[in-house]
């Protein structure tokens, strides 16, 4: 049986881009924390500035994870490994954290727990999106995404031309947070529900299973920013690592700066 390419060199400008996306999310994290945590003007300036800019490099990030799962030769056991990685966030940013004084850093249902979950889902549906079509599942997601995008606002629908109102009642609670809908007490620093975010991640892996078929571009293979591909290659374990640094390393400043 012929082996593609894909299956026997490892595709670099995935790793640089999901390490770009990486770096732009701990950039932006780092200047919530100096701006919320720790007051500084120049931080709040530039995370105003930056924050129209998030939910594209938050999406290239879910939409990378996706591509890797279409290609990934055991998703469960990927899954389950970022699930403990969100527990290990959550701990951190809900538990540990506050004991030392700080507050509105909480993360609930963060970007690891959504990938967590779509992971583990990818896994679960191994079968059926082998026999899926690749254009099809796109389309699909392309449809879906927009008509759950305003869940967490109480509606579904396309604007003024089709719209369903979601009962009140289930925004009583926060019990059904990770699917988007939540009471107006609810709150994580970090935080992006399945819906209509799994559609992203989706169509990332409809577009792996095509490449994955057809062959990757041929300049999708080389090396061409080492940093970004380290970046990419480790991502978990920076974004675990990234904000307990963070808060470390700017609390030493200050207090030597004191």
Known sequence: MEIRRA??????????LRGLAVLCMVIYHALYILS???????????????TPAQPFFAGLFIFICGISCSLSKSNLKRGMKILAAAAVV???????????????????FGILHLLSVCVLICALLK?????ASPFAGILVCAVMYPLMSG???GSLGYGELITLKIPDTLYQTDLLAP??????????ADYFPIFPDIFIFFAGVFAGMHFKKSGFPEWAYPQRI??????????LWIYIAHMPLIYAVTELIRLVAA
């Open 226 to 235: 080492r940093f970004l591909g380290f970046l990419g290659r480790n991502a």
């Open 127 to 131: 079968k059926p999106l082998e026999k």
């Open 90 to 108: 959550t701990l951190f940013t809900a538990v540990i954290m506050p004991l030392f004084g700080f507050v509105e850093c909480e993360i609930y």
């Open 151 to 153: 869940i967490s606002s």
């Open 179 to 188: 699917l988007g809908i939540y009471s107006p007490d609810f709150f994580s």
């Open 7 to 16: 299956d026997k060199i490892r595709i670099y400008f995935i790793d640089e």
């Open 36 to 50: 919320s945590m720790f007051g500084y003007e120049w931080a709040t300036k530039l995370f105003l500035f930056f």
